[in-house]
């Protein structure tokens, strides 16, 4: 699924209402609709982040 990128000139031209709806329409609430390969970079940073502070928190 490809979402559309507004351009700031489109957004600043827009009523506030507007460009309210066009961000609640962009937020994914659940998981299984966010893209892979965000999911995937985000698995890798909290496994190594989970990694860093436990292997501190050992010694």
């Known amino acids: 699924m490809t979402r ?3 351009t700031a000139a489109e957004l600043e031209a827009m009523a506030p209402s507007e460009v309210d709806a066009i961000f609640e329409d ?3 609430w659940d998981v299984v609709d966010a893209p892979q390969d965000l999911l ?3 698995r890798e940073r909290v496994m190594r982040r989970i990694d860093e502070t436990e ?3 050992q010694n």
């Open 40 to 42: 995937a970079r985000s």
């Open 55 to 57: 292997s501190t928190q």
């Open 4 to 6: 559309r990128v507004w």
């Open 26 to 28: 962009s937020i994914i």
